[in-house]
């Protein structure tokens, strides 16, 4: 959803309705699109105890050779291997991943 362009992701967000699964759950739909223009941004998002207690996801975009997002590279697991001071090393090996993907497709 982040790489999305604007007008595709007002479309689909405009029905929306955004259900807590977590404490942590955005329902907010201005947050959510605040959140989004950050991941755009690093090259990664976080999903932080969002959908479950206890775990954190790190993704990154696979992009084809017209620069559209195709696939996503994604890890997975309990915050005590995903702590604060370890988000940003991991989300480095995770947009190297997905980087060295998307150059495969395009070649």
Avoid: H, Y
Avoid at 1 to 25: G, I, Y
Avoid at 38 to 61: N, Q, V
Avoid at 68 to 81: C, D, E, Q
Wanted: proline residues 6%; aromatic residues 4%.
């Amino acid at each position: 959803m982040a790489f999305m362009d604007k007008a595709e992701l007002e479309s689909l967000l405009t029905p929306l309705t955004l259900v807590s699964q977590t404490p942590n759950s955005i329902t907010d739909i201005k947050e959510l699109q605040e959140e989004l223009r950050k991941s755009r941004r690093r090259g990664w998002t976080l999903d932080d105890e969002e959908r479950f207690p206890g775990m954190r996801c790190i993704a990154a975009p696979v992009f084809d050779s017209l620069g559209k997002v195709v696939a996503g590279v994604s890890i997975s697991g309990p915050i005590t291997r995903f702590p604060d001071s370890k988000l940003e090393t991991l989300a480095v090996s995770v947009v190297k991943a997905a980087t060295d993907i998307s150059e495969r497709l395009q070649s």
